[in-house]
């Protein structure tokens, strides 16, 4: 008989992720399912799986495993989608998600039936400066940092066609040997910026949340912007405040429940 697990799909800005409870699967077969669920033509679609485990630390612990199966220490989209899951499910207005890049609390401003708005503590970011990358089209300079997993920054005047090509070779430089997030960055305002992405293990996304930090926070950091920055991405706006710490504001929207067939 074939066996059936449960699912949940979700998203943010239009990155999407399925949800799915850890403890149905053996854990050596995590990565490979995730590979299997996340196909756009043979499975559900989605950028990734956050695999949910329930903690004592936390309302929820997500990991999160990339949609080529490869590991990620968080996603800001995919922890918001996890919370929106949370509190839809436990009438929670604050919601404590465990990632592999610590704890991320996302505080409930506005919810519909299955759409949701959060603000998101996203810790502090940690800023290695600027950085050149050599690639096939010349040398790329962009701005280095973490916001709990690794990002580069790359400002433009314009998005030019080879944007895509160019960040999917910086994704996985030698100078990156646990490969990076990429994100392409116009600045439109003291207040605002346009952003093109390139996730780590996921490739083009429609948004990003720890992109669209990590972008902000650069902007802010070189003076191109001022806090707070709207992020507007292919997915929709998102709202990134830097003091010290990082509030990611954005909203999440739960699609659809069903059953994968293994």
Same mark, same amino acid.
């Given at each position: 008989m074939t066996s059936k697990l449960p699912f949940v799909k979700a998203?943010? @800005? #239009?990155?999407d992720f399925i949800l799915i409870d850890g403890t149905l699967v053996r854990e050596p077969d995590l990565k490979s399912i995730t590979q299997r669920i996340c196909n756009r033509n043979l499975g559900v679609g989605? &950028?990734?799986?956050?695999w949910l485990f329930q903690d004592l630390q936390a309302d929820v612990r997500a990991r999160l495993i990339n949609s080529d199966g490869s590991?990620? /220490?968080?996603? =800001? +989209? =995919?922890?918001? @989608?996890?919370?929106?899951?949370?509190?839809?499910?436990? +009438?929670?207005?604050?919601?404590?998600?465990?990632?592999?890049? #610590?704890?991320?609390? @996302? /505080?409930l401003t506005s919810r519909g039936d299955t759409d949701f708005h959060f603000k998101s503590d996203m810790g502090e970011p940690q800023i290695e400066g600027e950085f050149p990358v050599q690639i096939s089209t010349g040398n790329r300079r962009g701005i280095r940092l973490s916001v =709990? +997993?690794?990002?580069?920054?790359?400002?433009?005047? &314009?998005?030019? /066609?080879?944007?895509?090509? &160019?960040?999917?070779?910086?994704?996985s430089h030698p100078d990156?040997?646990?490969?990076?997030?990429?994100?392409f960055v116009k600045v439109t305002g003291p207040h605002e910026i346009e952003i093109r992405i390139y996730e780590r293990g996921a490739g083009e996304t429609q948004s990003s949340g720890t992109g669209s930090c990590a972008s902000a926070v650069a902007a802010i950091h070189t003076g191109r912007a001022?806090?707070?920055?709207k992020v507007l991405a292919p997915g929709g706006p998102q709202i990134v405040t830097w003091e010290k710490r990082i509030w990611l504001e954005g909203p999440a929207t739960i699609l659809c429940e069903g059953e994968f067939f293994l």
């Open positions: 998203t943010a @800005c #239009g990155n989605a &950028d990734g799986v956050e590991d990620a /220490e968080v996603s =800001g +989209n =995919g922890t918001r @989608c996890v919370a929106a899951w949370i509190a839809h499910q436990r +009438n929670l207005k604050s919601v404590r998600v465990l990632t592999d890049a #610590g704890i991320k609390t @996302c /505080e =709990g +997993n690794p990002q580069f920054i790359v400002f433009v005047e &314009d998005f030019t /066609e080879q944007w895509l090509s &160019d960040a999917a070779e910086i994704e990156f040997p646990n490969r990076t997030n990429v994100e001022q806090s707070p920055v």
